[in-house]
């Protein structure tokens, strides 16, 4: 079975498994070793995130400071920040595609 990654708030992740394979979302807490509260800010809001299988979860290598700094000293983050937060390594990620020409 392969190693679970260590995960940790307000790192960026890209589903493997289920309905919303393929998305990117971010990791608002962990639940234990095994499994990770996830919420993209619009479908998956804050107050409602899924809980998914680490092992179904692909880090992009990417934390977002601010959502982090926000989980670390009040708990909580904005739908909004989750919402930027995304959008912004989605156009990167979409750049990086087009310069390698994919």
Request: hydrophobic share 35%; no cysteine.
């Amino acid at each position: 079975m392969t190693e679970p990654s260590k995960l940790s708030p307000g790192e960026l992740v890209r589903s493997r498994r289920g309905k919303d394979e393929g998305q990117i979302a971010v990791v608002i807490a962990l639940v234990d070793e095994r499994f990770a509260l996830v919420a993209d800010g619009d479908k998956r809001r804050f107050d409602r995130p899924k809980r998914k299988n680490v092992l179904h979860l692909e880090p992009l290598g990417i934390v977002n400071d601010e959502v982090a700094n926000s989980l670390r000293d009040t708990g909580r983050v904005t739908n909004g920040k989750l919402r930027f937060a995304i959008g912004s390594v989605q156009r990167r990620l979409e750049a990086h595609a087009e310069e390698k020409g994919e």
